[in-house]
Structures are given as structure tokens and as C-alpha cells.
């Protein structure tokens, strides 16, 4: 069974720094890409950053220099640092893994993180 687990969500002030982990496990994790992805209140979720398997690094605009995207392969984990946060960065973030070996793709529950002005 395949299980996506996010952490490190929480209330911090604007200019504060987070930093939020993906566990994953059920899947070979050094084949998949991993990828945050967040959605605020009454907004489509959309793409923060995506690792590939061979470490490539993707991100949105509202994420370059501010966010940093990691993997650790021993410990199937992801991470996304996050710094200089802004209010506007308040949403619940979600881990996704999909892989060109696998059909599917898989989802955390997600870790709300607010910042406050």
C-alpha cells in the first residue's frame, strides 16, 4: 500500500521559514518524481516544485528563489524548504509521486501551512 505523509506544516509569521518532509513508502521512491503542490481556500491547486528521479528541480514562478525542493533517497523522503514566506503562500500543501513506471498517481493528506501579516 502506497502512503504519502507530509509534516512540518504550521502558523508562521510573514518572512518565516517552514520546512515540510514527505514520507513515502509502498513505492521504489528513487524512481519516482516528487512534487508539492498546494491549494489556498477557493483556489485549483497548483504546482510548487517537482524533483525528478535524477535530481532535476522544477518551480513556479511564485516559488523560485524562496523555495528549495530535495530528496533523500536512503530516508524516502522529500522535502521542500520554504523561506521568506508571505501571506499569500497560506494553503494546504500536498506531496505527489508519479513515476513513468507506475500508471498512478500518488497523493499525500496534505499539511496546512499559514502565514500570518
Known amino acids: 500500500q502506497v502512503q504519502l505523509v507530509e509534516s512540518g506544516g504550521g502558523l508562521v509569521q510573514a518572512g518565516g521559514s517552514l520546512r515540510l518532509s514527505c514520507a513515502a513508502s509502498g513505492i521504489i521512491f528513487r524512481l519516482f518524481r516528487m512534487g508539492w503542490y498546494r491549494q489556498a481556500p477557493g483556489k485549483q491547486r497548483e504546482l510548487v516544485a517537482t524533483i525528478t528521479s535524477n535530481f532535476n528541480t522544477n518551480y513556479a514562478d511564485s516559488a523560485k528563489g524562496r523555495f528549495t525542493i530535495s530528496r533523500d533517497n536512503a530516508k524516502n523522503t522529500a522535502y521542500l524548504q520554504m523561506n521568506s514566506l508571505k501571506p499569500e503562500d497560506t494553503a494546504v500543501y500536498y506531496c505527489?509521486?508519479?513515476?513513468?513506471?507506475?500508471?498512478?498517481?500518488?497523493w499525500g493528506q496534505g499539511t496546512q501551512v499559514t502565514v500570518s501579516s
Open positions: 505527489a509521486a508519479d513515476s513513468d513506471y507506475d500508471t498512478r498517481t500518488y
